[in-house]
């Protein structure tokens, strides 16, 4: 398989942008995988890194980066006691591209030339733009088509300090690849598939999600309710 077509089944995974990380141990995975199983929800269940740089990542790990990068929340409207939205959300961080790439190219049996090439290509990517796997369902159908108009939902990433940015895109995949589902698991028949997009900085150049940021969510708001999944950030920095 040639690099631009690895690059097209990676989909908006391909473009990452940065550096690897220390190796995630066996026993941190599990234990990471463990506390996600306990903690789940829009919260921010893990404390992760923001910090590029290399990382020594095997394939098994990627279970375990998964889980730390993804959130899950639900809105409830408690007067009428119906579901208004059920959301997952992957932030398809430096550490967690890093991670895709690895297991990917194990799974696809791809040279290690072509392997690289898809690291490097994602890993620049994630420099210019913030990347989330999300899928979603709620009580109305039509309403959680984050790509048309008529969504019931505005979103939105936003730092500590209340700084929002909207997306710069939003696709809906509406068929996902058989590695979406092996990669992604909150997949299902039920729910809308979307990749969203932020730049990584705002109008006035200042970035949408700082080096030394301890959170950040992206915040599904609209009439209905409001969802916020967050990520919260270690502050040791290295």
């Known amino acids: 398989m040639s690099p631009a077509g690895v690059a097209r089944a990676f989909g908006a995974v391909s473009e990452l942008g940065a550096s690897p990380r220390p190796r995630l141990g066996a026993s941190f995975g599990v234990a990471l995988a ?34 730390g990068w993804t959130r899950a929340a639900d809105d409830f409207a408690w007067s009428r006691m119906d579901d208004v939205l059920h959301v997952t959300a992957t932030f398809e961080s430096w550490e967690f ?20 090439t898809m690291l ?3 890993l620049a990517d994630s420099r210019e733009h913030h990347r989330f796997f999300v899928t979603l369902s709620g ?6 088509d984050l790509a048309s108009e008529r969504s019931a939902w505005r979103v939105l990433l936003v730092d500590e300090e209340g700084r929002q940015i909207s997306p710069s895109e939003i696709q809906r995949v509406r068929r996902p690849s058989a590695a979406d589902h092996v990669y992604f698991p ?27 940021a301890r959170v950040v969510r992206l915040r599904f708001a609209g009439a209905r309710g409001q969802v916020d999944l967050e990520w919260r950030f270690d502050e040791g920095r290295e």
Do not use: K, M, N
């Open 34 to 67: 463990l506390v996600s199983a306990l903690l789940g929800g829009g919260c921010g269940a893990h404390t992760i890194r923001l910090e590029t740089g290399p990382r020594a990542f095997t394939a098994d790990d990627y279970e375990a980066v998964y889980e």
């Open 120 to 122: 490097r290509a994602s």
């Open 97 to 116: 591209r890093w991670a895709y790439v690895v297991r990917y190219a194990r799974d696809h049996s791809l040279e290690d030339a072509t392997r690289d």
């Open 139 to 144: 009580r109305e159908y039509r309403e959680q």
């Open 186 to 212: 909150s997949i299902s028949a039920h729910r809308h598939v979307f990749r969203i997009v932020f730049p990584s900085t705002h109008e006035d150049g200042a970035p949408t999600i700082p080096a030394d």
